[in-house]
């Protein structure tokens, strides 16, 4: 019902910046909470930030908090991620989830939708 796809990934310094985008299908895009987070080889699934429906109330990963901002514009079906300040750690694959209803803090595996994922490699 729900189709998202994550754009922006690409390679990038250490110490610069990357903002990704998740892109909305539909016309129901406010009525979900929505989670980036992220997945690399050999290692556990890592939710890094969560944003409420309206966007009021956000939620971060003590590893990316105070480097990223998560963003949302409902009237464009969007969600970004504004990545500052990357590290060689940052290196994964990207991923957006959609969780209906309301959010009560950093959301990990609750989704009801996700994306394919934009690939996000930091070099030293």
């Known amino acids: 019902q729900v189709q998202l796809v994550e754009s922006g990934g690409g390679l990038v310094q250490a110490g610069g910046s990357l903002r990704l985008s998740c892109a909305a299908s539909?016309?129901?895009?406010?009525?979900?909470?929505m989670t980036w987070f992220r997945q690399a080889p050999g290692k556990e699934r890592e939710s890094v930030a969560t944003i409420s429906r309206s966007g009021s109330t956000t939620y971060y990963a003590n590893s990316v908090k105070g480097r990223f901002t998560i963003s949302r514009d409902n009237a464009k079906n969007t969600v970004y991620l504004q990545m500052n300040s990357l590290k060689p750690e940052d290196t994964a694959v990207y991923y957006c989830g959609a969780t209906f209803g309301a959010v009560l803090g950093l959301t990990t595996g609750r989704y009801n939708y996700w994306g394919q994922g934009t690939q996000v490699t930091v070099s030293s």
């Open positions: 539909g016309r129901m895009f406010s009525s979900y909470g």
